[in-house]
């Protein structure tokens, strides 16, 4: 059985982004119609409550992923995205439904292979989610291991120096779509007689933070 919302006409959002008294057009958010999810070919089943968030999120333009990479063949397009772990497995699958409808034609969302991994994971790893648009609204999702981490506590005034080392080592030095080399963490922990998993600790509870303090800010 599949399970369906439906509304008078499909949503549209626009985007608008404020940036030095700038105004910006967006890509629209064009939900679909109708929404049906299978998880590992089990159906799953959305409740009012789960679709209302979805609406709002869109409305709000709450886009919590960032691609890392992309491939394109003839017939499909490949793309990498990270998303913060602190996200319920329930967003997660949200964010996949705004993700395709912030493709415009139908043809491209159903070219379009979306392989999902946490924060500070790479594309050489296995995907935690690997997420395809059928048509009219399906989506197939294969989901491998999705772990929501607490929210980290603020950063203390050390670490965030730390933070900032981080951050200005990794800007010196070769640019990358994907995360922090180690190279960088090293050095920083040779500057501070730290152990490179201290400073990627730091350094990842940070990213976090910062993040989670944005989404929460959206909510409020």
């Given amino acids: 059985m599949v399970k369906y919302y439906t509304r008078t006409a499909p949503y549209k959002v626009l985007l ?21 999810l299978t998880i590992n070919e089990s159906e799953f089943s959305l409740s009012t409550g789960w679709i209302d968030s979805l609406v709002d999120d869109a409305l ?9 990479g ?8 490949l793309t990498n995205v990270q998303i913060p772990q602190i996200l319920t497995l329930n967003e997660v699958l ?3 439904i705004i993700y395709y409808s912030l493709i415009p034609a139908e043809m491209d969302r159903e070219k379009e292979i979306l392989n999902l991994y946490p924060y500070f994971s790479t594309p050489g790893e296995k995907s935690a989610l690997t997420a395809r648009y059928i048509s009219e ?3 197939k999702i294969e989901l491998n291991l999705w772990e929501t981490v607490p929210f980290p506590d603020q950063p203390i005034p050390e670490d965030k120096d730390i933070f900032n080392q981080i951050l200005q080592t990794a ?8 995360d922090v080399s180690d190279t960088v ?4 922990a040779g500057n501070n007689h730290m152990t490179i998993g201290q400073v990627r600790s730091i350094y990842q509870n940070t990213v976090l933070w910062q993040i989670g303090s944005q ?3 959206q909510t409020e």
């Avoid at 709000?60 to 890392?68: T, V």
């Avoid at 992309?70 to 397009?77: H, N």
């Avoid at 963490?185 to 920083?188: I, L, Q």
């Fill in 215 to 217: 989404i929460r800010s």
């Fill in 171 to 178: 800007f010196n030095g070769p640019q990358s779509l994907g």
């Fill in 185 to 188: 963490f090293e050095k920083v």
């Fill in 137 to 139: 609204g399906y989506f």
């Fill in 70 to 77: 992309a491939k394109r063949s003839e017939r499909y397009i």
């Fill in 16 to 36: 608008i982004l404020l940036f030095a008294g700038i105004v910006w057009a967006q890509p629209e958010i064009d939900l679909p119609a109708s929404i049906n």
């Fill in 94 to 96: 949200r964010q996949i």
């Fill in 60 to 68: 709000s333009g709450k886009i919590h992923y960032k691609i890392i």
